[in-house]
């Protein structure tokens, strides 16, 4: 098992952080305290419901109050324009076949198909963990799993899991990063698990690297935990408080000695600066241990971390012998104001996806955006970016809200019915949005 311990121990009811935090950040800004309370919150929900859960064993499909009706969605307006017109567009497509040079991933729209089904479900796979499998845990409004990403300009090739095991054949594959990070690993190994007869697969789970093997490829999906890539005091043992947590923004190699020799490196690192404090970096040598840390605003902390990890790459990756990529932010959906629901609460009770094109919320931070693209771009070991922060913004509707845990146990009908403190509009749900993204990948593999 391989529970976070700070996520089962007994914690601060929700909320309470948020509100100290209110009473400190009190007489700033009114814009920096909604800031502080959106991220912490999203913080809390984090926190609680960051843990490698055990699996869960045959959930009983919850009753709820009052459900979602399970209702054919109302065609959204961009797909009834234009719906019979791109179904025939689709059919003499101009779109180009993928190709990663030439066609941005980012600039494109969510097309609804009921016909579209996931590769797996939270029922058949089981390598799930009870936070994302949304279904299991009482959703009932599926809709969300029938949209498919559309580039403007080109075709994304369907994921395919054996042309995906065999691109992977002799080889390891390793995501590393937080717990959207797990989510795509989760995913991933959800789609090819479904070609592999049983017998021929296994896992090991650990507390911060977990390995899936499909032996007829001799091949690895492996999951490694460092949810700020650099070293932190709140990796391993989860420190509940974002003012206690303190990151090495110069330090990597206790991490990173475990990615050496993997042939396909996926990272990740955001949600988990996003406390709306600033970061207590700690960087040399410094003889009182913990003690000579400063508080650094996000984007110069997110910069030095972030170099500190390409450094590492850029001298420690043939770029010949290994593939390095890197997931730019997976968006939050705290407040709802930033898509027009002025009385919404986050994410909660929304079925379709944002069709306003371009539309960017608070949830994305364009300043880590920005560092990601500079950092990136001036590292010597080429690697791909995964751009999916624009789709993924769209996406409103597919986070798993209160059809998740906490501590281990599903959301109770009290909880569920308390979605301002308990929905979560930072994880995904399975199958979903972390499928589209391996898509992505795969398109690059
Ligand atoms: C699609 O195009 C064909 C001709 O190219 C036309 O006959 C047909 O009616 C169109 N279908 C729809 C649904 O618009
Ligand atoms: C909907 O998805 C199905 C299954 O992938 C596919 O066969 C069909 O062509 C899609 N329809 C449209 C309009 O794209
Ligand atoms: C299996 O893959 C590993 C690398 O992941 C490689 O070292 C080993 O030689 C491979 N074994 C076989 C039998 O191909
Ligand atoms: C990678 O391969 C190229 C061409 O084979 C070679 O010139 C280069 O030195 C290699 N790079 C490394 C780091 O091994
Ligand atoms: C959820 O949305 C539906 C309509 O989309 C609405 O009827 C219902 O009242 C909403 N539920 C809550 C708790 O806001
Ligand atoms: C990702 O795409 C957005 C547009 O959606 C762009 O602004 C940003 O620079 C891209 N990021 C990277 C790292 O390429």
């Not at 379709?352 to 994305?364: A, D, E, I, L, Q």
Request: charged share 20%; glycine share 6%; net charge neutral.
């Amino acid at each position: 098992m391989m529970t976070m311990s700070t996520a089962s121990s007994p914690n601060l009811p929700p909320g309470t952080a948020a509100m100290n935090m209110m009473k400190s950040y009190r007489g700033k800004l009114p814009l920096s305290v909604v800031t502080v309370v959106v991220f912490t919150i999203a913080f809390i929900a984090l926190v609680y419901t960051e843990r490698l859960s055990p699996l869960s064993g045959s959930a009983s499909i919850l009753k709820l109050r009052s459900c979602p009706s399970a209702r054919a969605p109302a065609p959204i307006e961009a797909v009834d324009r234009d719906g019979e017109d791109s179904r025939n567009n689709s059919e003499v497509d101009d779109r180009l076949e993928f190709d990663p040079e030439e066609c941005s991933i980012t600039s494109g729209k969510w097309v609804f198909n009921r016909s579209l089904e996931p590769l797996y479900a939270d029922s058949t796979c089981p390598y799930l963990d009870r936070q994302v499998a949304c279904v299991e845990n009482g959703q009932l409004d599926t809709d969300y799993r029938h949209w498919e990403w559309q580039p403007d300009d080109c075709v994304l090739p369907k994921f395919n899991p054996e042309r995906a095991l065999k691109k992977l054949r002799g080889k390891r594959l390793m995501f590393v990063g937080d717990s959207l990070q797990r989510g795509q690993w989760q995913s991933f190994v959800c789609m090819v698990d479904t070609v592999i007869p049983s017998g021929k697969k296994s896992l090991r789970r650990g507390r911060v690297h977990t390995v899936f093997r499909a032996m007829e490829y001799n091949a690895t999906v492996e999951f490694y935990w460092a949810p700020f890539l650099v070293e932190s005091n709140s990796d391993i043992h989860v420190i509940a408080d974002p003012r206690k947590r303190i990151l090495k923004v110069d330090s990597v190699v206790k991490h990173a000695r475990h990615w050496t020799g993997v042939d396909i490196l996926l990272f990740n690192t955001y949600v988990w600066w996003m406390s709306g404090l600033r970061i207590n970096s700690l960087w040399g040598s410094f003889a009182n241990g913990e003690e000579g840390y400063e508080p650094l605003d996000l984007p110069v902390a997110y910069r030095l971390g972030l170099k500190t990890w390409a450094n590492w790459v850029d001298s420690n990756i043939n770029p010949n012998r290994t593939r390095v990529f890197f997931t730019t932010m997976s968006p939050t959906h705290m407040r709802s104001a930033d898509w027009g629901h002025k009385d919404g609460i986050k994410c909660f009770n929304e079925t379709k996806p944002v069709m306003k094109k371009n539309h960017w919320g608070t949830g994305s931070d364009m300043r880590v955006m920005n560092v990601v693209s500079t950092v990136i771009g001036k590292m010597k070991v080429p690697v791909t970016v995964l751009n999916i922060t624009q789709l993924s913004e769209y996406r409103i509707d597919a986070h798993t809200s209160v059809y998740t845990e906490t501590g281990g146990q599903v959301l109770t009908e009290e909880q569920k019915a308390d979605p301002l403190h308990h929905a979560d509009c930072i994880h995904w749900c399975l199958p979903g949005i972390p499928d589209t993204w391996n898509q992505i990948f795969y398109a690059h593999l």
